[in-house]
């Protein structure tokens, strides 16, 4: 498959004509929606009853309900959200201008008083959300529409930064005395109203027609919140909803005619070898372990083509993205060592991904005891413990603020709070901390570079970026095409009738 930003499929196959039809959101839908209305089904469950300071944050953001005062753009720049512009007048804060006209879904005027509570009240949290670990966040307004934010010293990433969804702006009747996480229902900015929360089964959202964008497309939003992928393909299929996000490979020919959007995100699928204990503290044996697997051949036989090869932690989603990596340490010969691998079942190509590195590992002479597969839930204190010799997971490069340079922190780095490999190498250490004070464009360049010494460790084997798949009515467009995954649903999304 070609790697673009945008590359929309007709799956061939089952060519249901009369399903397809029923899918179109501007007819009544086959699920009892009312005219005008668009099915959507999600891949995740809410996980703390839409609390915006949670991983919900994304849910609420996709779906059109809560906004922020910046976005990011492809190459993960901030550019214009609630706020319209702004300006660095010190080193440590900027001064935004918040749009004309917006309101919450309240009636409450989006004034910069509001904006700055909402992000104090966010900095101020039991559990900040994650976007402002490491700072300290202080926010008040200087006129009706006029928003100073700062933080405690220089902040290169500080317009980034407020692009996480968690720190979403919401109306001051969202928070409430008696808890520490705001209700976002009917307190957003976006397009669509939230109405009502069905717990972890959907929700219901109503068309915000006073947006400050233009009102939306469609007349409302019925979401459903399906973990099972082809119980969410068979949704698309049979007309009751008209897109499915997060389409797994093996259900892409079930999708007859309907179209796909496919396109690659800033995702790194990666073997990841304890170099802390066990046989992958030898440079030679990790060495021999890359060597034998293939990432190219688990691109091509586990996810058909619909993702990257990679060489390196960051990929096509990224344009300034490159990769060499300088592997210096000669393969060692392995001699039975037995090993433990581990991953989880929440995306179904990664067992699979498990058992092609287990064979090729065996292949290569070492011994492969066990293969441990279950929900991340239960073992995630293990895999960041070190409990297994190799760990196969998935993760973004651009989770909260988009920044390159505070992945690399958390992922790779010895006090690193996401460390799978355990690594730590004082040389690289350093390199991060260097990089931490330069601007957005000097972090990309030492990001790379930072990057190839961390591939050249043999620490992790880098096997596919992935790629988000999308299924969609074929009248359905405008669905937001963002590499960043927090975009879905937006007032541009629409249906012919």
């Known amino acids: 498959m070609s790697v673009r ?60 309900t809560t906004e ?54 966010a900095a101020e949290a039991t559990t900040p959300p994650r976007s402002l670990q490491g700072v300290q966040l202080r926010a008040r307004a200087a006129g009706e529409r006029t928003l100073e934010v700062s933080t405690d010293r220089p902040d290169p990433i500080l317009a980034q930064r407020l692009s996480a969804p968690e720190l979403a702006i919401l109306s001051p009747a969202a928070y409430r005395e008696d808890s520490d996480s705001p209700d976002p229902v009917r307190a957003g900015t976006g397009p669509y109203v939230l109405d009502e929360v069905h717990g972890s089964s959907g929700a219901a959202l109503s068309a915000n027609r006073e947006y400050w964008g233009g009102p939306p497309q469609a007349t409302g939003v019925d979401v459903r919140f399906i973990a099972d992928s082809a119980t969410r ?42 170099t802390q204990r066990g046989p992958f ?28 090869p990679a060489r390196g932690l960051f990929g096509p989603a990224s344009p300034w993205a490159g990769s060499d990596p300088q592997h210096s340490t000669e393969p060692g010969t392995p001699r039975g060592e ?16 498990a058992s092609v590195v287990a064979e090729k590992l065996r292949a290569a002479g070492f011994r492969v005891e066990d293969v441990v597969v279950q929900e991340y839930s239960t073992m995630e204190s293990d895999l960041l413990d070190g409990a297994y010799d190799v760990v196969i997971g998935t993760r973004s490069y651009g989770v909260d603020t988009g920044d390159p340079i505070s992945y690399l922190s958390t992922d790779w780095t010895c006090d690193g709070s996401y460390n799978l490999s355990l690594l730590c190498d004082p040389g690289i250490d350093r390199a991060v901390q260097d990089a931490a004070g330069a601007d957005v464009d000097q972090r990309k360049r030492e990001a790379v570079r930072i990057a ?7 620490a992790v084997l880098p096997l596919a970026h992935e790629r988000t798949r999308i299924g969609t009515a074929p009248q359905v467009h405008g669905v937001a095409e963002d590499s960043f995954d927090r975009r879905l649903i937006t007032a541009e999304t629409g249906g012919d009738a």
């Not at 005619?257 to 070898?273: I, K, N, S, T």
């Open 5 to 64: 930003t945008r590359n929309i499929r007709r799956i061939a196959g089952l060519s249901a004509c009369a399903l397809v039809l029923s899918g179109c959101f501007a007819n009544t839908g086959a699920g009892g929606r009312d005219e005008g209305r668009l099915g959507v089904a999600l891949a995740f469950q809410p996980a703390a009853d839409m609390s915006p300071y949670s991983d919900d944050a994304i849910l609420l953001s996709k779906i059109g």
């Open 68 to 121: 922020t005062l910046t976005v990011l753009d492809r190459e993960g720049n901030p550019q214009p959200g609630l706020a319209e512009d702004w300006e660095q007048t010190s080193p440590d804060t900027l001064r935004m201008t918040l749009r004309p006209g917006a309101s919450f879904h309240d009636g409450t005027p989006a004034t910069a008083e509001h904006a700055a509570a909402a992000l104090q009240h």
């Open 233 to 274: 393909t068979n949704a698309l299929r049979a007309g009751e909803v008209d897109i499915v996000d997060n389409v797994p490979v093996p259900q892409l020919p079930a999708l007859g005619e309907h179209e796909v959007l496919d396109f690659p995100l800033p995702r790194l699928v990666g073997a990841h070898l304890n």
């Open 281 to 308: 503290t030898d440079p030679g044996l990790r060495a021999a372990a890359r060597e034998a697997v293939d990432a190219r051949a688990i691109t091509e036989s586990l996810y058909a083509g619909s993702a990257d």
């Open 338 to 353: 037995p090993i433990r691998i581990a991953t989880y079942d929440e995306r179904p190509e990664l067992p699979e991904a």
């Open 452 to 458: 190839d010494r961390v591939v050249g460790t043999d």
